[in-house]
């Protein structure tokens, strides 16, 4: 499957942003997907996850309760809805899809990706 995200750019601090993930070349449905990020200096991390048949979620605990992943099989797409943004949310964030079995859980790891899409880059200033 191949991925694109979008929707990064330059906020303020407390702003509000969506990003999009669209996908291409296979059945959007099948696989799970997850959001990583990676800051400047800093290794990448995971940020969210969500099923193939959007049951389940799971997030970071540094996103936890402001960040909400969500998906549209229809449109072939998943969602990052980034709320209360803070400086420190500032990276380039990553979609990425897990063809296999397992839980929720183990999005986090992003060994297990299958496909990647290139980063949309955010910005928060305080």
């Known amino acids: 499957v191949q991925l694109q995200a979008s929707g990064g750019g330059l906020v303020q601090a407390g702003d509000s942003l969506r990003l999009s993930c669209a996908a291409s070349?296979?059945?959007?449905?099948?696989?799970?997907m997850s959001w990583f990020r990676q800051a400047p200096g800093k290794e990448r991390e995971f940020v969210a996850a969500?099923?193939?048949?959007?049951?389940?979620?799971y997030y970071a605990d540094s996103v936890k309760g402001r960040f909400t992943i969500s998906r549209d099989n229809a449109k072939n797409t998943v969602y990052l809805q980034l709320n209360s943004l803070k400086p420190e949310d500032t990276a380039v964030y990553y979609c990425?899809?897990?063809?296999?079995?397992?839980?929720?859980?183990?999005?986090?790891?992003?060994?297990?990706?299958?496909?990647w899409g290139k980063g949309t880059q955010l910005t928060v200033s305080s």
């Open positions: 990425a899809a897990y063809l296999g079995p397992g839980d929720i859980w183990i999005m986090q790891d992003e060994w297990r990706m299958n496909s």
């Open positions: 969500i099923s193939s048949d959007a049951f389940l979620t």
């Open positions: 070349g296979r059945p959007f449905s099948a696989p799970a």
